[in-house]
């Protein structure tokens, strides 16, 4: 069974929701037979590259809420990432462009090294110090190579702006295709879809659902086809 993660680096939410799909995912009796595919979304794709602004004045702006209600839901937004495991400063963080992030994720699946990527990234803007937005690609590359990446190979992606870009825009047109105005947005087998960081319970059921309703296969047979088996292969006599 696959199970696509619609998401975005700068998205609290989806650094949550990702916690809690992996606690569920973790109790799923066939866990060792989905495939976790991430994909891209970007919250805000007009910000150009070079435009960065701190999180807080980014919300004030964006969602026309006064500096402390932007304060007090990043307070919130702390305490929810603190009850999965996860660090986050509620204070001094910056928000910019993820297209490139996006980017190297594509290049990061090529690797097999998606999955460690995306929660180094995670990690970086939600619980570390320093700028994910105002290092360089440098910053970015010396992230790729703790998640397993070359370095050579990850810098080469940053410095050409059309490597993976096409995959990151195909990704963007199917969420709008499938209705995905928001994330995180979880499609399981193309069958079943989960919005928002729901509770690890609401992750649970869905993958026991999706897992109990896949189709099994319908076989069109032909009894005179010759095929290859586990004893060998049936050889026509003259």
């Not at 399981?188 to 309703?213: I, K």
């Amino acid at each position: 069974m696959r199970v696509e993660i619609w998401s975005d680096i700068a998205c609290p939410w989806c650094y949550v929701g990702k916690a809690r799909f992996e606690k569920a995912l973790e109790a799923f009796p066939h866990r060792d037979q989905v495939e976790v595919v991430h994909r891209s979304f970007e919250l805000d794709p007009g910000r150009a590259k070079g435009d960065v602004q701190p999180v807080l004045a980014m919300l004030t702006k964006k969602y026309g809420m006064s500096e402390a209600q932007a304060q007090a839901g990043e307070e919130n937004l702390g305490a929810q990432a603190a009850a999965e495991g996860l660090d986050y400063r509620t204070r001094d963080r910056d928000h910019g462009n993820t297209f490139d992030l996006h980017r190297l994720l594509h290049f990061a699946k090529e690797q097999g090294r998606q999955d460690e990527l995306i929660q180094i990234l995670y990690r970086a803007n939600f619980a570390e110090e320093r700028s994910l937005f105002t290092e360089g690609d440098e910053r970015l590359v010396a992230l790729a190579v703790e998640a397993g990446l070359d370095a050579d190979a990850a810098r080469a992606v940053l410095a050409d702006p059309a490597a993976y870009a096409d995959e990151v825009r195909a990704d963007e047109r199917e969420a709008a295709e499938l209705g995905a105005n928001g994330v995180p947005f979880f499609v399981l087998d193309r069958a079943y879809g989960v919005s928002g960081a729901q509770p690890a319970e609401v992750f649970a059921q869905a993958l026991t659902r999706a897992w109990g309703d896949r189709s099994p296969l319908k076989l069109i047979d032909d009894d005179g086809a010759q095929a290859c088996g586990p004893d060998g292969c049936e050889v026509p006599q003259r």
